[in-house]
């Protein structure tokens, strides 16, 4: 296995993080990441609450065994649903993922403002806090998206199921003028080139995977070397060769997965 101690861990319920993880290798260059994709459990936003804070508390745990120096939880979801949960459980800097709806407003405060997100991340109470917190005179609509993650996860970003799952979940909100769309789940971030397409040039598109990154090199207990050469390693609780099929169509470049077992995390609760 030979991970070396001093690792980043960064998780998610399938490939939706890969962006995540492709925000903090440009900023991280020095460090190595090991990517834990749930795939055999995704999504998780039709999952209970119990079952999704079992899973990603498995990970960590596992992860802190193998002495990772700190976690991303790159799942929307995983974080409203678990983070202050294993927070309180894990020593380890724990950074999370929520929808991007405090630099929308900032960016349109009296604007109309569309949070796409699973079914579990769109009714959860950490959204409802985030939009009474921050959302002062915008209109804001959060919309729960079931089924887009699942055709991302299978490989079809660019389908035309995509694309007309997007249609329905876009029309309650097209009807009037759209300033800005949060993209409230990892997922959808391989979803931009079409969202633009029906969007057009003006309503901004606002996902956080480089705010994530920023926050975990503020949260780092130390960095690697300057001159350290990170290593990156992708894991699966899925089928690693269809997960390596669609990584590398989703990073643009090829990708070796792992089962990941190798890693001690049981493939069920």
């Avoid at 956080?208 to 350290?228: G, I, M, Y």
């Avoid at 990073?251 to 069920?268: F, Y």
Wanted: charged residues 20%.
């Amino acid at each position: 296995m030979g991970l070396p101690a001093g690792f980043i861990g960064i998780i998610d319920s399938g490939v939706g993080g890969l962006a995540v993880q492709r925000a903090v290798r440009a900023l991280l260059p020095a460090e190595t990441l090991v990517y834990v994709a749930d795939s055999g459990h995704a999504p998780y936003g039709d999952k209970p609450a119990d079952y999704i804070t079992g899973r990603v508390g498995a990970i960590v745990a596992r992860l802190e065994a193998l002495e990772a120096k700190a976690v991303v939880i790159a799942c929307n979801t995983a974080t409203v649903t678990a983070v202050d949960t294993l927070r309180a459980r894990h020593a380890l800097p724990i950074v999370g993922i929520e929808p991007a709806i405090k630099p929308a407003v900032a960016a349109s405060p009296r604007g109309r403002i569309l949070v796409l997100a699973t079914q579990r991340t769109a009714e959860s109470a950490a959204v409802a806090a985030l939009c009474a917190r921050h959302g002062g005179d915008a209109d804001i609509l959060v919309q729960p998206c079931s089924g887009l993650a699942d055709l991302v996860e299978a490989g079809l970003a660019d389908a035309a199921a995509c694309d007309a799952l997007l249609r329905r979940y876009l029309a309650p909100a097209l009807g009037e003028r759209l300033d800005a769309v949060v993209l409230g789940c990892t997922h959808f971030t391989f979803l931009e080139p079409c969202l633009r397409d029906l969007l057009g040039p003006r309503v901004a598109i606002i996902e956080p995977s480089v705010a994530v990154a920023r926050q975990l090199v503020r949260r780092l207990p130390w960095p690697a070397p300057a001159d350290a050469r990170g290593e990156e390693r992708f894991f699966t609780t899925g089928v690693p060769d269809e997960a390596a099929a669609v990584m590398s169509r989703l990073l643009a470049r090829r990708v070796s997965v792992e089962a990941a077992t190798s890693l001690g995390i049981a493939t069920k609760l």
